[in-house]
């Protein structure tokens, strides 16, 4: 099994993303991306849950924890696809709190769900019936007011009783591909050069491999060509500016890396099942990002 690498929109400059959607079926692959993420899950019991090494089937209220770079998903199982689930998914940079906040004394439970959260955290439902209310209004606030609200989000979930953990895979083997520093500084030089033409010459060099064994790593690791993983980081972003801008398809298409119209249309049909301007026209669902 493949397991994807998910780019999230997120910014250097952004302290959290919050996106609130309500759909029929599960269809995002297995993932795992740097970021902490809360995902928060009503109305699909029966559905399938993959954390780590841990497979599990869920209720009708789902919340769960996942630390930076811990595979996980959710799939279609025993789950009826004509009933509509509403999720909530709340992604933060494992930089957002330092460790100099983090070992004040009253932030270190904050500090022990985090370390716990390397290994997948279920919450019950009753602190799941707790927080509720803040999870949903954490996509209707904005500004100082909504990070507060993110902080006590934390802080409720650090103190609940009757947590799990859900797996023993265990982040941060030095021979690991996906969790290496090497993928992190491969994925930084994409990051920083994406509006431009990269060459995957270039990116070999800049993790000191030859350009022969980065492109098997990749491949081996990603199921992805180089090629590939590029465009997935411009589509991401062209994704965010459809939602979040007035700017043209066009001006979108070139200020992302694409160097015309028709194959930016293309690729991203491929990634969304339907072009730029379809998608914009028909988009559900609420990001914010703070």
């Given at each position: ?7 999230t929109p997120l910014k ?117 019936l707790a927080v509720e ?98 465009n997935e980081f411009r ?56």
């Amino acid at each position: 099994m493949v397991i994807h690498r998910e780019i999230t929109p997120l910014k250097e400059d952004d302290c959290f993303l919050v996106f609130d959607r309500n759909r029929n079926d599960f269809t995002f692959p297995i993932h795992f991306h740097p970021e902490y993420e809360i995902n928060f899950i009503h109305n699909a019991k029966g559905a399938k849950r993959i954390v780590g090494d841990h497979i599990g089937e869920i209720d009708d209220y789902e919340l769960v924890m996942i630390g930076p770079n811990v595979y996980h998903g959710w799939e279609n199982f025993n789950n009826d696809t004509s009933r509509t689930l509403h999720e909530i998914t709340i992604q933060f940079p494992k930089d957002l709190f330092d460790s100099f906040f983090l070992n004040k004394n009253i932030l270190k439970p904050i500090k022990e769900l985090f370390k716990a959260s390397r290994h997948g955290i279920l919450f019950s439902k009753e602190t799941i019936l707790a927080v509720e209310s803040k999870l949903y209004s954490l996509s209707k606030k904005s500004g100082f007011d909504n990070f507060i609200e993110f902080q006590s989000l934390l802080y409720d979930l650090a103190v609940s009783r009757d947590k799990k953990t859900l797996t023993n895979y265990s982040v941060g083997d030095p021979n690991d591909f996906h969790n290496s520093e090497r993928i992190e500084k491969m994925y930084s030089f994409i990051k920083d050069n994406y509006r431009q033409k990269i060459k995957v010459e270039d990116a070999a060099d800049h993790i000191n491999m030859t350009e022969i064994s980065f492109s098997r790593l990749i491949k081996k690791s990603t199921g992805k060509t180089f090629t590939e993983l590029v465009n997935e980081f411009r589509l991401r972003y062209a994704t965010r500016k459809l939602i979040e801008s007035n700017e043209s398809v066009s001006e979108i298409c070139f200020d992302c890396g694409f160097n015309n119209i028709s194959n930016f249309n293309r690729r991203f049909k491929e990634k969304q099942g339907c072009t730029p301007t379809e998608f914009r026209a028909n988009y559900m669902g609420t990001p914010n990002i703070f």
